[in-house]
T-cell receptor, first 109, second 113 residues
Framework: AQRVTQPEKLLSVFKGAPVELKCNYS??????LFWYVQYSRQRLQLLLR??SRESIKGFTADLNKGETSFHLKKPFAQEEDSAMYYC???????????FGTGTKLQVIP | KAGVTQTPRYLIKTRGQQVTLSCSPI?????VSWYQQTPGQGLQFLFE???????NKGNFPGRFSGRQFSNSRSEMNVSTLELGDSALYLC????????????FGPGTRLTVT
């Protein structure tokens, strides 16, 4: 079974402070990990995936297989980063995408 | 290119009734997935369809069913509605081979009274 855990429902940080949104997963094989974001009044959309190893809007995420984690980080939070963030996992082949329960990031001006 | 559309956007039903929700994927996308979103549970996977066949199924009771048509449009049906079925139902489409990149619709807000 595949499982994604986001331990924080709400994370509040001040503008300019570093951000780390936690994500832990459970999967027996080699998963693909992703972060999705939902800004206010917008649709849920893909932010980044671990395979691409890219930085999107200043966010990065490293897959740590030893700790089964895929935390999302940004060195300096911006007000426009305030949104709901979902960590997601996909197993191999045509397996479904499993989402975590989400973390609401609130950046305080 | 038009995005994923869902109809209706809002729905109010009474316990015991049934409901059908519709989803039109992005043109060229043959995979359609359905999710139930609630404040406490986040996004929970219902099922995925590809080329009119159910490819994956989540852990929901048999009251929840779906289908996909030859034009990739999909419907989901919930029979014998319960209060706990009140939620936002999201549909997402993706290209074959890129099912990690899901494009979500705006959702249908279902309220069961």
């Amino acid at each position: 079974a595949q499982r994604v855990t986001q331990p924080e429902k709400l994370l509040s940080v001040f503008k300019g402070a570093p951000v780390e949104l936690k994500c832990n997963y459970s999967y027996s094989g080699s998963p693909e990990l992703f972060w999705y974001v939902q800004y206010s009044r917008q649709r849920l959309q893909l932010l980044l995936r671990h395979i691409s190893r890219e930085s999107i809007k200043g966010f990065t995420a490293d897959l740590n297989k030893g700790e089964t984690s895929f935390h999302l980080k940004k060195p300096f939070a911006q007000e426009e980063d305030s949104a709901m963030y979902y960590c997601a996992l996909k197993g191999g082949g045509y397996q479904k995408v499993t989402f975590g329960t989400g973390t609401k990031l609130q950046v305080i001006p | 290119k038009a995005g994923v559309t869902q109809t209706p956007r809002y729905l109010i039903k009474t316990r015991g009734q049934q409901v059908t929700l519709s989803c039109s994927p992005i043109s060229g996308h043959r995979s359609v997935s359905w999710y139930q979103q609630t404040p406490g549970q986040g996004l929970q996977f219902l099922f995925e369809y590809f080329s009119e066949t159910q490819r994956n199924k989540g852990n929901f009771p048999g009251r929840f069913s779906g289908r996909q048509f030859s034009n990739s449009r999909s419907e989901m049906n919930v029979s014998t509605l319960e209060l706990g079925d009140s939620a936002l139902y999201l549909c997402a489409s993706s290209l074959d081979g890129r099912d990690y990149e899901q494009y979500f619709g705006p959702g249908t807000r279902l309220t069961v009274t």
